[in-house]
């Protein structure tokens, strides 16, 4: 299934409740977005999940189906709220609360790539904005509930598994001295998103291929995780952020050497978290 703002990669069969997603390795830059930036080509790119998308395409192998974004964070966030918009950035916004990430300019339309680096010369229309949602944001969310609806329907229940990158320098301050730094971090929303016995076997997944495991510090789990992990209704969400020092020069954007080492270590792991959400049901075939 392909849409101007997602791929969805389905399995020949799917027998697993588990749902992947990627919302933020998209890397399709409009060049009328680009040129009107700040930012050139190569900053602009500063906030991606680089790669993260091809890290896991192996799932489909597994029974299980893989939503890709196509949309860059950059251009517009899959992981906010459709309703956080920023004030600074949109024209006829008003201000209501306080919400951190908007105020620091990283709403659904972020104002900021990393390190606060701004990525407009001025602000934006609300129907431009508006308009970026209705063809992005929501086409995504709804191929997302649909995916977890699906497998709720045929397995009794879904489990989501949101697939980030984090940079090095996020899992290095802080530190112990003689501690292991954190491969991965998972989150859950410190429970709420998710059943402990789900969330301890996708972190036994990872231990048992060797990665160094951190649960919710220091990323808990933002929108997608917060929004579509309901327990209670057989919903579950977790996110996995992935150091991306491991498969990528951080600086340049590009795969190291380890790339190839790291895609089959999580190939390994991704077997093991799509067997979570088996169950000896007849499987849904691939439309």
């Not at 990669?9 to 680009?34: L, T």
């Not at 517009?76 to 600074?88: T, V």
């Not at 895609?263 to 075939?285: F, N, Q, S, T, W």
């Amino acid at each position: 299934m392909q849409n101007p703002s997602f791929t969805v990669q389905m399995p020949e069969v799917r027998n697993s409740a588990v749902v992947f997603a990627s919302p933020h390795s998209g890397s399709s830059y409009p060049d009328w977005f680009v040129k009107a930036s700040l930012l050139d080509s190569h900053t602009i790119r500063s906030s991606e999940d680089a790669f993260v998308d091809q890290l896991f395409d192996c799932v489909p192998h597994f029974g299980a189906p893989l939503l890709k974004a196509h949309a860059p964070r950059a251009f517009l966030d899959l992981n906010r709220s459709q309703d956080e918009l920023d004030p600074a950035l949109i024209e006829g916004v008003r201000k209501i609360g306080h919400n951190p990430r908007v105020a620091s300019g990283l709403g659904v339309i972020p104002r900021v790539v990393a390190n606060g680096r701004p990525i407009y010369y001025g602000k934006m229309t609300r129907a431009e904005a508006h308009q970026r949602i209705e063809t992005y944001w929501r086409p995504y969310h709804l191929a997302l509930q649909n995916l977890l609806t699906e497998s709720r329907t045929s397995f009794g229940r879904a489990i989501l598994v949101d697939c980030h990158s984090m940079p090095r320098e996020a899992v290095t301050s802080g530190l112990r001295p003689g501690s292991r730094r954190p491969e991965i971090v998972i989150g859950d929303r410190f429970g709420a998103a998710a059943h402990t016995e789900i969330v301890d076997e996708v972190a036994a997944a990872f231990e048992d291929e060797g990665f160094a495991v951190a649960r919710n510090s220091p990323f808990a789990g933002a929108y997608v995780t917060q929004t579509y992990g309901r327990p209670a209704r057989g919903q579950h969400a977790v996110q996995i952020e992935i150091d991306r020092s491991l498969y990528m020069d951080e600086a340049k954007i590009t795969p190291h050497e380890g790339f190839g080492v790291l895609k089959a270590r999580l190939a390994k792991v991704v077997r093991k978290i799509a067997d979570i959400g088996r169950l000896e049901r007849e499987p849904l075939a691939a439309e």
